[in-house]
């Protein structure tokens, strides 16, 4: 390479450098506006941890009503609102749940966060009760009739035999609907919510610079689901070495 | 033998009735089992007597394991009565879904259930032991659960039957660490530790490989020595032969022939019997 050309390359290489340097001090340092992904970073997570728990009370909750429907009979009345829950809320797209539920179901709720953690709670409810309920199917009948055999009640039975081996087994499956719905959240910024993604869109409004809060934004959400991932694998690990499948 | 004023102070034994005297520990009469339009048991009438091993034999699909499951209700029967320990719990006149007394509730019935079937250990053909606990955990759970019995005491109870099974050293053995043969006498361990009044085995041996079937068969003479009521469904003909005190030939859903080992064997009535145990002869 010739060396003008070379030394030419260098100069543009440390004025589009600088000019980075420059953009990044807008979209973050200058007025503080590294508190919007921060805040916004806290935001996703408050939502998505407070909607994964609620998601698997409720799953947990209707995928017992659920098999215990298949086996039994029983819950006649129970089961079908569980089916119909499952199947609206599967043929729906998130971000039309998201708005009926703000601007109908809780229409006078004013707090946006707990909207938010309702919708994708109820949301994630109904995957987690099918993944929980194939969960349960996929235990040999011999276990709960091996603790009925000995005198267990059918919840013990559940609670001591069955669901301790099916939620051994769909861990991977629950941790999957974990992340899936942690990226969802995202789109909570359709009610205005301050939460990771609009942090980013805000900072693009004010300073028209798109590529770098987005990309950050962007990593911030890939680091996360790394981290989450680590984290299920090593309980996968943890559990498989303390005995069981 | 455990007198009543044992029985107070035996936190395993307390809160069940005794055998009413002179009456069978198990008695069965014109049972039936259908499922949908399939008539698997047409009309079996037996007892079973305390301390009695009564072997059930009989061609694949004949209903034995049916049967073994009507007795402690994993089935329930589609009609036909049941009698365990002098308490019918099983009545042809007010059979209900789950073929307790109509009259009471459903928590009732339930916790009926649960007190017939804790006094009745069942050993099945693939073991079924919780493959999420260790082995004393699986010996200790029911007693603890159901009977109320303390840690220690459970653990201690267990550790005698794991020695009783041969097994003292696989306590704390994950299911799948141990052999099929293991696996079975830990599952008989596991029902042992209820002290059932009966003991109901379907087929143990069949799902191990040939050099297992000892050591597990040599448990169940052991408890039928020490007068254990045994019902025990095999194809294991030598055992029914040596340990049995009566045979019962079941084809068709029908008890086609009883009677000792000598009787069965020596000169089987039935020409069924007859074919079924010339099948067989080893
Ligand atoms: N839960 C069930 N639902 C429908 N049919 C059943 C059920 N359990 C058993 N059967 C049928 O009842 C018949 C008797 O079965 P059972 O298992 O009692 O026979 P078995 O004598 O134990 O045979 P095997 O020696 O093969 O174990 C068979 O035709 C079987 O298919
Ligand atoms: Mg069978």
């Known amino acids: ?245 | 033998m455990t007198t009543p004023a044992q029985a107070k102070s035996d936190p395993f034994l307390s809160d069940r009735p005794v055998v009413a005297p002179g009456r069978p520990l198990l008695e069965v009469e014109n049972l039936h089992k259908s499922f949908g339009s399939l008539h698997v048991l047409r009309g079996i009438t037996t007892t079973i007597r305390k301390g009695e091993v009564v072997v059930v034999i009989g061609p694949s699909g004949g209903g034995k394991s049916t049967f073994l499951r009507c007795l402690n209700l994993l089935e329930v029967p589609t009609s036909g009565r049941i009698w365990f320990g002098g308490e019918e719990i099983v009545s042809g006149g007010s059979l209900r879904r789950d073929g307790t007394d109509a009259n009471l509730s459903h928590r009732e019935r339930e916790r009926n259930l649960n007190r017939y079937r804790s006094d009745m250990g069942m050993v099945f053909q693939r073991f079924n032991l919780f493959p999420h606990m260790t082995v004393i955990d699986n010996v200790t759970m029911a007693p603890r659960m159901v009977r109320r019995v303390s840690a220690d005491a459970a653990r201690r109870k267990a550790m005698e039957l794991l020695d009783r099974v041969g097994l003292p050293d696989k306590a704390n053995a994950y299911p799948q660490q141990l052999s099929g043969g293991q696996m079975q006498r830990i599952a008989i361990a596991r029902a042992l530790a209820m002290e059932p009044r009966v003991m109901l085995f379907d087929e143990p041996t069949s799902a191990l490989d040939p050099e297992m079937v000892g050591e597990v068969l040599a448990v169940m003479k052991e408890l039928a020595a020490n007068h254990m009521t045994m019902v025990v469904v095999t194809h294991e003909m030598n055992f029914a032969r040596d340990v049995a005190d009566r045979i019962l030939f079941l084809e068709g859903g029908n008890i086609l022939e009883e009677g000792t080992p000598t009787e069965l064997f020596g000169s089987p009535k039935n020409a069924r019997t007859r074919d079924f145990l010339g099948k067989v002869k080893n």
């Open chain 1, 1 to 245: 390479m010739h060396p003008l050309t070379f030394a030419a390359s260098l100069a543009s290489l440390s004025s589009w450098w600088s000019a980075q340097s420059e953009n990044f001090y807008i979209c973050f340092v200058k007025n503080d506006r590294w508190q919007y992904i921060t805040n916004g970073l806290w935001r996703t997570l408050e939502v998505a941890l407070c909607a994964v728990v609620l998601g698997a009370i409720l799953g947990f909750l209707v995928a017992v009503v659920r098999s215990t429907h298949d086996k039994h009979g029983r819950f006649g009345f129970l089961n079908a609102i569980a089916k119909i829950y499952i199947t609206v809320i599967r043929g729906t797209p998130m971000t039309v749940q998201l708005l009926i539920a703000y601007f109908i179901v809780f229409s006078n709720l004013n707090d946006k966060v707990l909207v938010a953690i309702l919708a994708f709670g109820f949301n994630s409810g109904a995957y987690v009760a099918e993944i929980i309920r194939a969960g349960i199917t996929s235990i040999d009948d011999g276990q709960m009739e091996a603790a009925r055999s000995l005198g267990l009640s059918y919840t013990q039975g559940m609670c001591r035999v069955v669901l301790p081996q099916a939620i051994r087994n769909i861990l991977p499956a629950l941790g999957n609907e974990f992340i899936v719905m942690l990226k969802d959240t995202s789109i909570a910024s359709f009610i205005g919510l301050d939460d990771l993604a609009r942090g980013g869109s805000i900072i693009r409004s004010q300073t028209y610079q798109a590529y770098i809060p987005f990309l950050a934004v962007a990593a911030i959400y890939l680091v996360m689901v790394m981290i989450f991932s680590k984290l299920l694998a090593r309980l996968e690990r943890h559990l498989r070495r303390t005995g069981g499948k």
